[in-house]
């Protein structure tokens, strides 16, 4: 089994590599397909998102149950009928996707989006290719929760990354070879859809501890003692989407299709910061579940500060740079002065709330690891009755910028309430280590690092210089950040020494 720094360090090369398929052909597609079809590729991301509606909870319920059951010898044997019980429904719900989206099409297409340069007839046809797309690579998810709570995170992210590649890479020469239009892009996406979640499917059964002497089946009460927990989960999930859906749904209504493009290149910028978050979430969900179903209150009390200043390091770090170098960054990307201008106050924006809901992961994974799915569904709830009105009015007098400010009041909200509710209940007594300890002094390192060196530095050219002198940036804030946490410090100062005393 692999240990828990060997998952996190598999998740963290897994979401870096993917990251950078996600954001560096960007602004080749962009040259190829122009922005406004660009904003049809920010709506997939935002269909591919609601479709985690459809999840139902089974993707949190396998994860958490595979990670009690696997080391429980009691429970071991229920692990295949769990995975053939869920997969009864993953794969119709897959079916019902694409067709529905392929059946809002031409409402999509007519009344909702204001394209200017794409007929409604090819965005009709490209928003239908995107459903089977979308619907294609859905099942994927399921089985990754599986694996990932298998803990079998380094064969997680080599199929992440593989496909992740196969998909941005590989568009390139659709786009450039085959047919230079959207079209012939949802196409690819779709085969790469399907082709991962078939590998990710061979990959868990392939792991799951079977038994040859029967096969795995469907078993309803499976189901049934899922449904409390998964349907806290469905909440959730439901009310997170639709809120971080909010921005992107109000402005493909209120604005031209074009705003849509510019603000989901924005977002991939914040996007790929939060996959430097998602890997620790990955690898200690699983080991929360573990040591709660333990009861190993100690252990788990010390892991949960430790991961959380790890986190911190990492969001503070990345958010920094981002916020002080962001209109360097999106030059130094696209090579377009204007869109770097126009973009780098809403993606400090984003950025920053973005920073704060990475901050929220771990808390997060600490209540679901527990079952208690109650305090998120309120939250979310709160904050998307609030959020709707407050984004039409944003969107309405501040364009894409006021719809940054949604996502950041919304995660500041969230860490300086939610967090004090949590503690109430989970972890007492540990709320101000939190707060003081864990976050703080990695912000503020971080923070004084880039802002001191940012008056140093003069604009960044689009250069090999430039980019070397921005990596420079990002290592020495992330160093800064990494001294100033105290468990990251004791951590890395007591394997320095172990590595020096092995090389003696």
Avoid at 342 to 359: W, Y
């Amino acid at each position: 089994m692999p240990t828990l720094r060997t998952n996190i360090l598999a998740n963290y090369a897994g979401q870096v590599w993917m990251a950078l398929m996600g954001v560096v052909f960007i602004p080749l597609y962009i040259k190829v397909l122009g922005m406004e079809a660009f904003g049809l590729v920010g709506l997939m991301l935002s269909i591919q998102a609601l479709s985690m509606l459809f999840d139902l909870g089974m993707g949190g319920v396998l994860n958490r149950e595979l990670a009690r059951r696997a080391h429980d010898s009691r429970a071991a044997h229920t692990l295949d009928d769990l995975v053939r019980t869920f997969e009864w429904l993953v794969w119709p719900i897959a079916l019902m996707i694409v067709t529905a989206v392929w059946l809002a099409s031409s409402p999509l297409a007519n009344r909702w989006l204001h394209p200017e340069q794409l007929s409604r007839a090819a965005t009709a046809h490209a928003i239908a290719i995107m459903g089977l797309a979308v619907a294609l690579q859905w099942p994927s998810s399921f089985y990754a929760n599986g694996l990932s709570g298998l803990e079998r995170q380094p064969a997680l992210n080599l199929i992440n990354a593989g496909f992740a590649t196969l998909r941005g890479a590989g568009v390139l020469a659709v786009l450039y070879w085959v047919s230079p239009t959207i079209s012939a892009f949802m196409w690819w996406y779709a085969a790469m859809g399907a082709c991962q979640s078939l590998v990710s499917a061979a990959t868990l059964w392939r792991m799951l501890p079977t038994n040859p002497q029967r096969r795995a089946a469907f078993r309803a009460e499976e189901l049934r003692a899922a449904g409390r927990f998964a349907g806290g989960l469905v909440a959730i999930m439901a009310l997170a989407v639709m809120l971080s859906q909010l921005d992107r749904i109000v402005i493909s209504a209120m604005l031209p299709l074009a705003e849509l493009g510019y603000f989901s290149l924005a977002m991939s910028i914040a996007a790929g910061m939060g996959r430097m978050i998602q890997p620790m979430f990955n690898a200690l969900y699983p080991r929360y579940s573990r040591l709660v179903s333990l009861r190993q209150q100690e252990s788990l009390t010390h892991l949960y500060h430790l991961s959380n200043q790890c986190l911190a390091v990492v969001a503070a770090a990345v958010a920094a740079v981002l916020i002080v170098f962001g209109r360097d960054v999106i030059y130094l990307w696209t090579g377009n002065p204007a869109t770097a201008a126009k973009l780098a106050l809403p993606l400090s924006i984003l950025v920053a709330g973005t920073a704060l809901n990475g901050l929220m992961n771990l808390p997060y994974a600490l209540q679901l690891a527990h079952g208690w799915t109650r305090l998120a569904v309120g939250a979310n709830l709160v904050a998307l009755a609030l959020g709707i009105p407050f984004c039409i009015w944003a969107v309405a007098h501040h364009g894409i910028v006021g719809a940054a400010w949604l996502w950041f009041a919304t995660n500041l909200a969230f860490v300086t309430i939610s967090i004090p509710l949590m503690h109430r209940r989970l972890l007492r007594g540990e709320m101000a280590r939190w707060y003081v300890r864990d976050m703080l002094p990695p912000a503020i390192a971080a923070a004084a690092c880039v802002l001191v060196v940012g008056k140093l530095l003069p604009a960044l050219s689009r250069s090999y210089e430039g980019i070397f002198l921005l990596a420079m940036v990002s290592v020495a804030t992330l160093l800064s950040a990494a001294l100033a946490a105290p468990l990251v410090r004791e951590m890395l100062r007591r394997q320095l020494g172990e590595w020096l005393a092995s090389h003696r």
